[in-house]
């Protein structure tokens, strides 16, 4: 009877480890194959798009898709791809400065379109500066009362006509809000009354969009799922 009763406790034990195995494989697979599927539904969504727009405007001569039985994805992205890379070459060019230039001073001169184009230009400038120009260093501050801490970006010294209202030693600080940080408010407060934390803006941009998850700047390949807490030492 003890022999039959270890017997069934053995068969036992093998099924719920069969089963937490089983468990345990379709959570790493989840871990690692939604990124990959949300990554590749990207692309996918962005490819699409591209082409439904750009190819139209394509001559038929010099679209593949005429002289193929069958569709190439990814024509649009690639045409787009490099109208910018010769337009990023004419505007470094001397003439085609000029060219730009006076084609921003027609634009400039239509009320209504001359406001969206400067309005995005603007933020385009913004977001493309260096980062030792644009978000130099990661801080904390005291807000929106004391003892409650958000995170910011500073971006420059106050200048122009604030820092004449202002003391000395006010820096401008960007707060971003979370998950969408390219949303957020400006706060001028003196350097004194923040804390510069030791981390990379993009470091610092990782920690706000995951809302505090991502908080580990040498944080493991997303595709090696983290042990389950049943799997720790």
Request: aromatic letters at 10%; one cysteine or more.
């Amino acid at each position: 009877m003890n022999s039959n009763k270890k017997a069934r406790v053995k068969i036992r034990k093998a099924r719920v480890s069969v089963r937490k195995s089983m468990r345990t494989s379709f959570i790493y697979g989840l871990v690692v194959g939604l990124p990959i599927i949300a990554t590749l539904g990207l692309m996918w969504f962005v490819v699409s798009k591209f082409d439904a727009l750009i190819k139209p405007m394509i001559p038929p001569e010099f679209n593949p898709d005429t002289y193929l039985p069958f569709q190439i994805p990814g024509i649009g992205l690639l045409v787009t791809i490099v109208g910018v890379y010769l337009l990023g070459v004419l505007a470094r060019n001397f003439f085609g400065r000029q060219i730009l230039g006076f084609g921003e001073r027609i634009v400039n001169r239509v009320p209504l379109i001359s406001n969206v184009y400067n309005f995005v230009k603007q933020i385009v400038d913004t977001f493309t500066m260096s980062a030792d120009k644009a978000f130099r260093e990661v801080c904390l501050l005291e807000y929106p009362r004391k003892d409650v801490w958000v995170m910011g970006f500073v971006t420059s010294d106050v200048r122009g006509a604030p820092a004449k209202h202002l003391p000395e030693g006010f820096i401008n600080v960007f707060v971003p809000t979370t998950p969408n940080p390219t949303s957020g408010f400006l706060m001028m407060i003196a350097r004194k009354d923040v804390k510069i934390l030791d981390m990379t803006p993009e470091e610092g941009a990782k920690l706000i969009i995951s809302a505090g998850v991502v908080s580990d700047p040498q944080a493991q390949n997303p595709l090696v799922p983290p042990l389950l807490p049943d799997e720790l030492p």
